[in-house]
C-alpha cells in the first residue's frame, strides 16, 4: 500500500505563488505516474497536472498551462506542483494521486487510472 502526503497549500492572494508537494510515506517507495487533481465543492475532480514516471513527459489542463510547473525531485519519492500567478478560479482542494507500475514513459489524465491517493490540501486565492 503506497501512501501519499501532500503539503505546500495554503492561502495566497492573485498572482502570487504555491508550491504543492506529494512525497510517499516510505522511504523505500519510489512513485510511478502521478497526477495532480483538484475539486471545488459542487463541482467533479478535474485533472491539472499530470507526469510520467520517468519524468519527461507531462500534461497540463489548458487553464493552467504556463502558470503550473509539475516535477520530479532526484529522490524518485517526491513530485512536486509549482504553481505561479494564481487566480481566485484556482482555489480549491489540491489532490495527488500515483498509479501502479506502468510504462516509464506514459502520463495518465483519468482519476479511475490512480490507485493511491493523498488526503488534499487546500489552496486558497483571494484578492
Known amino acids: 500500500q503506497v501512501q501519499l502526503v501532500e503539503s505546500g497549500g495554503g492561502s495566497v492572494q492573485i498572482g502570487g505563488s504555491l508550491r504543492l508537494s506529494c512525497e510517499a510515506s516510505s522511504p523505500t517507495v519510489t512513485l510511478n505516474a502521478v497526477g495532480w487533481f483538484r475539486r471545488v465543492p459542487g463541482k467533479e475532480r478535474e485533472i491539472v497536472a499530470a507526469i510520467s514516471q520517468r519524468g519527461r513527459e507531462a500534461y497540463y489542463e489548458d487553464s493552467v498551462k504556463v502558470r503550473f510547473t509539475i516535477g520530479r525531485a532526484n529522490d524518485k519519492r517526491t513530485v512536486y506542483l509549482q504553481m505561479d500567478a494564481l487566480k481566485p478560479e484556482d482555489t480549491a482542494v489540491y489532490y495527488c494521486?500515483?498509479?501502479?507500475?506502468?510504462?516509464?514513459?506514459?502520463?495518465?489524465?483519468?482519476?479511475?487510472?490512480?490507485?493511491?491517493w493523498g488526503q488534499g490540501t487546500q489552496v486558497t486565492v483571494s484578492s
Open positions: 494521486a500515483s498509479t501502479a507500475p506502468s510504462f516509464p514513459y506514459t502520463y495518465f489524465t483519468r482519476d479511475r487510472d490512480y490507485e493511491y
